[in-house]
């Protein structure tokens, strides 16, 4: 049980922490349908009878080099793309997964878990957290201006690539709690509601991990006391959060 | 001449238009060179051929060790992120715990007080937000600062200050300057050299044989009216 509760909050760290840049790069839409792109990955993997986590982290890598490779095209419509595509995903994963299976990837179902799975867990957490703790300042040029950023001597093609690839981790983190419909919502939210609530970059990202985190512990608290799903109450609080904070504003 | 920039026959397209045709022009170490044309004629698609961010034929020859400032026109960050001045400049620092002497001196530099810079960016003006992007610049130890029209949205004093500000810039520390520019006065007053990019042709050399008015209605394609102020 205790831990489940690690390892949740250390998801809801590195989804605070990643929330704000999506946020700011005005990827709230694009972050929800990227989770989507797991269910084929989840479905396939059930049908090889391995692990889903594999499936979907596979799938989530394979949306992010998408999206990026889509970025580097002038004349395309990011968009679109990802609108098109990712639907499509869920459709094709809708038909690859069934009953149960399919409610709890799409929900996400807190089952018992696996000493392999809390300690991956804890190292990809820790890995997204390094990122943006590291990264932050070049993150922080290139979202003002991605000339300016190369001028400055980023690699911005790289540093984009690698912060996506960072969002695709964030959310096969999430699956096991979330699922692939309201992951997306737990790197947003709380990234909306710092965005509102902050004065400077260091109060949104502990903003961000405050209602990520807080979300998280009271969600599942919650979840236990009242035997619902864990995934929709997380959501339900952080949106909660997100409301009390557009109405102190 | 030593040069500090060198252009040979560079074209850039797009599709199926091209924007810049076999373009040949060079900066020397310290002057300034001002780049004006109608809109449309490829001004900052040069700029951002020179600072390689978009792909371009023909050679661009930067001096070896050349550290480039980039102010770009405009930009497209929502206003209300809540990113301070101050984090902006401290993200350009490589170093961050001795880096806020350095932000102090570039603040002094372009006029912005601290106050100010603890604002987040969206609320700025655009003068001062066009000043907070010369500060970053600055914080690089440029050798040449490229600005995309620095001034365009700014009310008239403010424009006067700016010109200002970057003409003691250059003075001071020995900069390169590239600028792009519809003010024909400060072209005339500031560039050592103007390259024209015209709809039909292109040319280059001081103001004085270039800025005249028969050459400025073949490149604009209607009379030009500006004044010179002598000093």
């Not at chain 1, 109450?233 to 909660?240: D, E, F, K, N, Q």
């Not at chain 2, 001004?43 to 661009?60: D, H, Q």
Request: some cysteine; hydrophobic content about 50%.
């Amino acid at each position: 049980m205790l831990e489940n509760l690690v390892l949740a909050i250390t998801m809801a760290i590195a989804a605070g922490l990643v929330g704000c840049f999506a946020v700011m790069r005005r990827m709230a839409l694009a972050a929800d349908a990227l989770s989507h792109v797991a269910l084929p990955g989840i479905g396939v993997a059930l049908a090889l009878h391995i692990h889903p986590i594999f499936g979907a982290a596979a799938m989530l890598f394979f949306g992010a080099l998408l999206v990026w490779a889509v970025e580097g095209k002038a004349r395309v419509d990011t968009e679109v793309v990802i609108g098109v595509l990712f639907s499509a995903a869920l459709a094709v994963g809708s038909m690859l997964t069934s009953g149960e299976d399919l409610v709890e990837a799409l929900f996400g179902g807190a089952g018992a878990l696996s000493w392999p799975e809390i300690l991956f867990g804890i190292v990809a957490a820790a890995l997204v957290v390094a990122f943006v703790v590291t990264q932050r300042n070049r993150l922080v040029v290139m979202l003002v201006s991605p000339d300016v950023a190369r001028t400055a001597g980023i690699n911005v093609r790289r540093l984009n690539l690698l912060y996506l690839l960072t969002f695709a981790l964030t959310i096969a983190l999430g699956l096991r709690y979330l699922g692939v419909l309201l992951m997306g919502a737990l790197i947003i939210i709380p990234a909306a509601t710092a965005k509102r609530l902050a004065k400077n970059l260091t109060q949104m990202l502990l903003i961000a991990v405050g209602v990520a985190v807080a979300a998280t512990v009271v969600g599942t608290g919650l979840a236990s006391w009242l035997h619902r799903e864990t995934g929709s109450l997380i959501v339900t609080v952080a949106a909660c959060i997100f409301l009390l904070g557009f109405l102190r504003k | 001449m030593d040069h500090i920039l060198e252009v040979d026959r560079l074209s850039v397209r797009f599709g199926n238009v091209e924007v810049l045709t076999e373009l040949s022009f060079s900066v020397a170490k310290g002057s300034s060179l001002a780049v004006i044309g109608p809109n449309g004629a490829g001004k900052t698609v040069l700029f951002k051929a020179l600072i390689g961010s978009i792909p371009s034929a023909g050679a661009i020859r930067w001096a070896p060790d050349v550290q480039i400032g980039y102010v770009p026109q405009k930009l497209a960050l929502q206003r209300d992120v809540p990113i301070t001045g101050m984090d902006f400049l401290q993200a350009r620092s490589k170093r961050p715990k001795g880096s806020s002497a350095e932000i102090s001196r570039v603040l002094d530099l372009v006029g912005i007080s601290k106050d100010v810079s603890e604002c987040t960016i969206g609320t700025l003006s655009g003068g001062q937000f066009q000043r907070l992007l010369v500060a970053f610049a600055l914080l690089g130890n440029p050798s040449v600062l490229l600005l995309d029209e620095p001034t365009a949205g700014i009310d008239e004093p403010g424009q006067q200050q700016l010109n200002e500000l970057i003409h003691r810039l250059q003075e001071e520390q020995s900069l390169t300057v590239l600028f792009i520019s519809h003010e024909l006065t400060v072209v005339y007053r500031y560039a050592t050299n103007v390259l024209c990019l015209g709809r039909k042709r292109v040319c280059f050399g001081p103001p004085r044989t270039i800025l005249t008015p028969d050459l400025l209605t073949e490149i604009y394609g209607t009379p030009v009216d500006y004044h010179v102020h002598h000093a």
